[in-house]
């Protein structure tokens, strides 16, 4: 779960690796550094903390390097130091290495090598690559252009777990060697100059045209040329891919926070994973997909799986489809389902969902699945990313880039991209009546409208956090489809303000959770579904009589009451009601989290990409 950078070209590289780190910080922040090929060798420049403490390194400015590698660092192995962080050098201080991912064999490598005559200087994972690329350089005695790319060939087969990789080497001065498995790496082309990346966003102001790594996969980069090997360091050819997001929509554009401004920038999400995939009185536009009414027909479960934030969209999408479809829909967090033995055969259907495409568990419980003869659709917003290189079908959400930690964009296209699948599943199966989908897909069309109106609630929002953000414990609450909801927002409470939060579905306060609710205490519902009402308000009286201070989010008319605040948002669908709803719980995390002072985009412990299990 960190972030790695590379840069080699005609320009002085340190600026762009750290304008990159920069860029990349979301994805790990508790240490970073750079290394570039000088004349006189390669240059280590590192230190633990935040990526702007490189500015103030000595000697920093005087980096003339073309060529260079960077990293920002999510501990694993080793606490956050300037030793333990990136990029690592070998005992002789001839390949610089930076790495994103786990290996798993390290203790074993490590000994090896120990045994080998080389000393280790940190407590890291990542120290072994270095150090074993060198012991087969060392043992090759041929001679070749090709030397350096053998001895990183052969570490990388003794390497178990996850990696991307970028070698720099003072034995192939006017080259760089990237590789990747099971961990996230693109390349940039540029005009006589390349780019390197974990992340399209950190690079997309210098280009839009990019190659992707497949698993096991090397590439000799020079500022002109770049060569792609397999693992057998057979040469292969790869397609240059244009990624039509627009650069800008990686900035803040004015905002404070990312995490701000992808709040609001939500309905113009909507609109674009909407696309053309609704077209009001045609069939759904699913041609990527092109499902038969015999092959659904076949299906006699769907499996959605996912972890955190995506796992949340997916018990929203489970209602739809069950509903619309009449399919039974198990929804499992990706790190269980792969050690569950899961029942799935070649009449399931497994949908994955992952906003970076990226995240380990996920991409695991796919494999899983596959070799199961399951049918395998993936959920992403990252083209070309792992997951939508390993799935059957593919589909994406198109909510260009979210750069703050907490997902809230990409959560609200996940939810909407599951219904008009729903929909589409549907018409094919011809499963509702279409009334039912004529009125669906009107009430999709209209939610970006709805969206913009739950925004409004902005300043009631931010009044409330205001009075509460001192609290140590708050409960969410719902009913149906509203507990989805509730569990969305605890997990956002969680995630960027630190304040223990829990979710619970309103009728089951009784049997334990209302142990818990004592005077002053702040309980949060949300009541969307009309058949619900009645219910939920007596479980919220409950806690009002035990002295909860109380906040409604609600698209109803409620009966006369004693919350103490009611937030109204758009009445919708029901099944679409949760992309609502939520608006207001994502506004309330960030304000709360700004009134105690906190980094909103980069919550401590926490990594966007989620690459090792």
Not at 193 to 205: R, T, V
Not at 210 to 226: G, P, T
């Amino acid at each position: 779960m960190c972030g790695i950078i590379g840069y080699i070209g005609t320009k002085k590289a340190s600026p762009i690796l750290i304008s990159g780190l920069l860029r990349l910080e979301y994805r790990g922040y508790d240490s970073a550094g750079i290394s570039t090929v000088e004349k006189d060798g390669l240059s280590i420049m590192k230190d633990k903390g935040r990526v702007k403490n490189l500015y103030n390194l000595k000697g920093i400015d005087d980096l003339q390097g073309t060529i260079g590698i960077a990293h920002t660092r999510w501990a694993t192995h080793g606490k956050p130091s300037k030793e333990n962080s990136h990029p690592h050098l070998d005992n002789s201080q001839s390949f610089s290495v930076v790495h994103n991912g786990i290996i798993e064999n390290y203790h074993d490598l490590r000994t090896f090598l120990i045994n080998n005559g080389y000393t280790f200087y940190s407590q890291t994972d990542t120290e072994v690559i270095p150090n074993l690329i060198h012991y087969y350089y060392s043992k090759d005695t041929k001679d070749d252009e090709l030397k350096v790319l053998r001895a990183v060939q052969s570490a990388c087969k003794d390497l178990k777990g996850s990696y991307a990789i970028e070698v720099i080497s003072k034995y192939m001065p006017n080259n760089m060697i990237v590789v990747r498995k099971d961990s996230p790496l693109v390349i940039g082309k540029g005009d006589e100059e390349n780019y390197i990346s974990s992340d399209i966003p950190a690079i997309l102001s210098f280009t839009t045209k990019f190659y992707l790594l497949n698993d096991n996969e090397f590439a000799v980069l020079s500022k002109d040329n770049i060569e792609f090997y397999d693992i057998s360091l057979n040469k292969v050819q790869k397609d240059l891919k244009n990624i039509d997001w627009n650069a800008s929509a990686a900035d803040k554009n004015g905002y404070e926070d990312y995490m701000l401004k992808e709040i609001f920038e939500q309905p113009n999400a909507i609109r674009e994973t909407i696309g053309s995939r609704l077209p009001e009185n045609e069939p759904c536009n699913f041609e990527d997909l092109n499902f038969t009414k015999e092959f659904l027909s076949s299906i006699n479960k769907i499996y959605i799986v996912a972890c955190g934030t995506a796992m949340h969209a997916g018990l929203t999408g489970k209602i739809t489809i069950e509903q619309l479809c009449n399919i039974p829909v198990t929804v499992d967090i990706a790190s269980e389902f792969r050690y569950r033995n899961p029942i799935v055969d070649k009449n399931t259907l497994c949908i994955y969902i992952s906003q970076s495409g990226e995240t380990a568990d996920t991409i695991a419980a796919l494999k899983l699945a596959k070799s199961k003869c399951a049918t395998t659709l993936a959920i992403s917003n990252v083209i070309g990313s792992s997951i939508t290189r390993e799935a059957d079908y593919t589909i994406y959400t198109h909510a260009g880039p979210e750069i703050a930690v907490a997902s809230t964009k990409a959560y609200t296209s996940q939810v909407i991209l599951l219904n008009i699948l729903a929909v589409y599943f549907a018409e094919v199966l011809q499963s509702t009546s279409s009334e039912n989908i004529k009125n669906m897909k009107k009430s999709i069309l209209e939610l970006p409208y709805k969206i913009e109106d739950a925004l409004k609630t902005s300043d009631a929002i931010k009044n409330f956090a205001n009075k509460i953000y001192n609290e140590k414990d708050v409960f969410f609450l719902g009913r149906g489809i509203d507990y989805n909801t509730a569990l969305e927002g605890s997990l956002k409470l969680k995630e960027i303000s630190y304040i223990h939060s829990e979710a619970y579905a309103a009728g089951e306060l009784k049997h334990g959770p209302i142990a818990l609710v004592e005077n002053g205490i702040t309980v949060i519902s949300i009541i969307t579904d009309k058949n619900l009402v009645e219910k939920t308000i007596s479980n919220i009286q409950e806690v009002i009589t035990r002295g909860a201070k109380t906040l409604v989010v609600t698209n109803q008319a409620l009966p006369s009451n004693n919350i103490d605040v009611v937030i109204d948002v758009p009445d919708t669908c029901v099944y679409l009601s949760p992309i609502v709803s939520i608006v207001p719980l994502q506004l309330l995390s960030y304000y709360i989290s700004k009134e105690k002072g906190l980094d909103v985009d980069k919550p401590r412990n926490l990594a966007k990409s989620v690459t090792v299990e």
